[in-house]
């Protein structure tokens, strides 16, 4: 794999001609649907003013490089692919630009163009994979966790910005000195002004509804799906990764604010009380929608749906009346580490859960709400 990354690093900087006298890549650190992320170093600082060194010698050196110097001179260099359109790239440059300098949140370098290729320049985070400390987290580590999540949201919601993509792959936290930062404002979007919060169904999308209305093969509906729907499909921006999609996104509301984002959080929060990663985790959004029920119960999520003019059917039996008690699930599923935080915090941290997910999106906790709250405050007890 070091043939591949060599070869992938010479194919990048004979794209990016102008690159090399800036940035000399070191190592791969992501690769998704989108983009592929890469570790480098700064060669205008002193220390690399090295020009002899090849890709091989820096990677051998890297332990050293490591050892020697303060991760403040890696880089990060995210290479967005063509793929992307033009304006889902300008996009993230400019809502990463607006928010650069807030709290919690990764702060833009600068950024390349040349023709179709787009580098975006961000510091380089030394974090933890969350599947490394998720279940051995000591309450002030889940604290400082959210107090940092909490704190780059009210940011960027201040800023009119929903994030759309909030999970623990987009957080990068740092484990030993308790710090994260927010990243990946690739789904990132302005929040746009509800006019109509709550048309009924009918009146959505017309021409989308017009042009997706085709013929359907009759089939055997699967257990918890709606036998014989004849309703148009509703489109809705949907956008983000299962299992951490609030209920309102499952219902494809089309006008969708930042409690999307405290949703998500909350998925997070409930993961590391009860020591589930990923806590939800259906592909499609019906099982999404019935996973959330099992918690939530049927009485509310019926509630949930006619808020948005939406009704919830299913006939799958085992999903209760009423809700699970967040409580009873943590002392369930997390009995040692539960007893081991304190009744107290306990009690503090599902208050806290129970205020990020609840259904109704509008009565749903801010994040700057969220700073206040006692789980931040344990000594004011
Ligand atoms: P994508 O849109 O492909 O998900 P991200 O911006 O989320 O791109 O980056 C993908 C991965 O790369 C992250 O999950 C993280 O592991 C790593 N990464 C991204 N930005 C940084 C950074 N500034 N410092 C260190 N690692 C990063
Ligand atoms: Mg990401």
């Known amino acids: ?18 690159l090399g006298s800036y940035y000399q890549l070191v190592d791969k650190i992501g690769e998704g649907t989108f983009s592929s992320v890469y570790k480098a170093v700064d060669v205008r600082h002193e220390y690399y003013d090295n020009s002899n060194w090849d890709l091989s010698t820096i990677c051998n050196d890297y332990e050293r490089i490591n050892l020697d110097q303060s991760s403040s001179s890696f880089m990060t260099l995210k290479r967005i692919y063509v793929t992307s359109s033009p304006e889902r790239i300008t996009s993230e440059i400019e ?15 600068t950024a390349f163009r040349q023709m179709d290729q787009v580098m975006v320049v961000l510091p380089y985070l030394p974090h933890d994979d969350f599947r490394a400390f998720y279940r051995s987290m000591e309450m002030d580590d889940i604290r400082c966790y ?15 910005i929903l994030h759309r993509d909030i999970k623990p792959g987009n957080f990068l936290f740092n484990y ?25 169904l009918s009146l959505m999308n ?12 009759p089939q055997p509906a699967p257990v918890g799906y709606y036998k014989n729907d004849s309703r148009n499909p509703v489109r809705a921006n949907r956008a983000g990764t299962r299992g951490f999609r609030a209920p309102e996104v499952l219902l494809r509301v089309v006008h969708q604010t930042v409690a999307i984002d405290v949703w998500a959080v ?7 009380l009860t020591a589930r990663f990923p806590f939800f985790q259906s592909e499609d959004d019906a099982d999404a929608l019935i996973e959330i029920a099992t918690i939530f119960g049927l009485k509310e999520m019926k509630e949930c749906a006619s808020l948005h003019n939406r009704t919830f059917h299913t006939n799958v039996t085992t999903i209760p009346k009423t809700r699970l008690s967040f409580i009873k699930l943590c002392m369930a599923l997390n009995k ?4 081991a935080w304190g009744e107290q915090n306990v009690r503090d941290a599902v208050d806290l859960l129970e205020k990020c997910l609840v259904l109704d999106c509008s009565r749903r906790i ?8 006692p789980f931040f405050h344990p000594s004011a007890h």
Request: with cysteine; hydrophobic share 40%.
């Open 1 to 18: 794999s070091e043939e591949l990354l060599k070869e992938e690093v010479t194919e990048i900087m004979d794209e990016f001609t102008t």
């Open 95 to 109: 809502i990463l630009h607006q928010l650069s300098g807030s709290e919690c949140v990764v702060p833009l370098i």
């Open 146 to 160: 959210f107090r940092c999540l909490f704190t780059a949201l009210k940011h960027v919601h201040k800023n009119r």
């Open 176 to 200: 030993k000195y308790r710090t994260g930062m927010l990243v990946d404002f690739g789904l990132a979007q302005v929040v746009l002004k509800s006019r109509q919060s709550n048309v009924p």
């Open 206 to 217: 017309e021409k989308e509804n017009m042009r997706s209305s085709h013929f359907k093969e």
């Open 266 to 272: 909350g998925v997070i929060l409930i993961s590391i």
């Open 336 to 339: 040692q580490k539960a007893e």
């Open 366 to 373: 801010s994040a700057e709400e969220a700073l206040d709250h």
